[in-house]
């Protein structure tokens, strides 16, 4: 009856369960993904799947693995052991244009020289794509609105604060998977920051609503209380290792916060919202 009901995690020998949505379908998974840099092993023993509807957060110190973890899940990055697949298919067997059309990729940062509009570097993301010129300057019109930057239109990109730079950013990618329906998955690595706290939340909501349509959402963190707020599960990375997977309860709980951070938290409930909240002593 558990392989009916629920989906399962090996967490440091452990398992745990969790409820499968009805109509969930595995996407974007790695077993047993390993990546060396050199003769060091700096991400090892990572099983993991997205699924469709899902927004999945990954948190951790810095060098815990996160960027490279992303990298390795974009295909940027060969794995040393295990493999990443798409739909049951090892990624390196999908051609570019394929794999762009459902995966597209936010890295850290993201440099561009060139004295573009921002409808021109939004619109990058529908490269992949022969929807029609029409087509196109509707969804990058509609990208721009879900990632909050519509006012940013006509601009050059280059005269743009980094803050907008991000935003315009996070549009394009928005663009390459859009509508963002079942089968379409999104790997954000920080997208807030640079972003001031208004921003943080709409940039957040916005990938929130984006997961609600089908897609499937990964998004690398640094603030423990956006996680607990907009992500379903929770990854903690330890010294590129899993530490701990499961829902924002359960792993932003002080025990496992202590150990991978060091940091000795008070967490209670938040007075308005299911989710917990974490305080700092």
């Known amino acids: 009856w558990v392989a009916d009901r629920y989906r399962h995690c090996s967490v440091r020998g452990a398992i745990l369960y969790l409820p499968i949505v009805a109509g969930t379908k595995l996407m974007l998974r790695a077993d047993n993904l390993s990546v060396r840099r050199g003769p ?12 469709d509807g ?3 957060g990954v948190l951790g110190p810095n060098g815990a693995g996160k960027s ?3 990298a390795a899940l974009s295909g940027d990055l060969p794995a040393a052991q295990g493999q990443v697949s798409l739909d ?6 999908w051609s570019g244009p394929a794999r762009a059309q459902r995966l ?24 992949p794509h022969s929807s029609g010129q029409q087509e196109d300057l509707r969804i990058v019109a509609a990208a721009l609105q879900a990632a909050d930057a519509q006012h940013l239109s006509g601009r050059n990109y280059l005269a743009l604060s980094g803050g907008e ?15 963002g329906g079942a089968g379409q998955i999104l790997l954000l690595d920080e997208p807030t920051s640079m972003l001031d706290p208004l921003h943080q939340h709409t940039i957040l909501q916005a990938v929130r609503d984006f997961a609600g349509r089908g897609a ?5 963190l640094h603030d423990l209380n956006l996680a607990a707020r907009y992500c379903d599960r929770v990854l903690l990375l330890q010294e590129g290792r899993p530490f701990l997977l499961g829902t924002p309860a359960e792993v932003l709980a002080p025990a496992p916060l202590r150990a991978v951070f060091g940091l000795d938290v008070l967490v209670q409930g938040h007075p308005e919202r299911d989710h917990p909240l974490i305080i700092i002593r």
């Not at 049951?88 to 067997?93: G, V």
């Open 40 to 51: 060091c092993t700096v991400l090892a023993g990572i099983d993991l799947q997205l699924h």
């Open 68 to 70: 490279t973890l992303l």
């Open 216 to 220: 499937a959402v990964l998004v690398i």
């Open 54 to 56: 899902e927004v999945l």
């Open 104 to 127: 597209a990729v936010l890295p850290q940062s993201s440099s561009l020289e060139f004295a573009f509009s921002v409808e021109q570097v939004v619109g990058m993301g529908r490269l």
């Open 88 to 93: 049951q298919r090892p990624l390196a067997d």
């Open 165 to 179: 730079r991000q935003r315009v950013h996070l549009a394009r990618v928005l663009a390459q998977v859009w509508p």
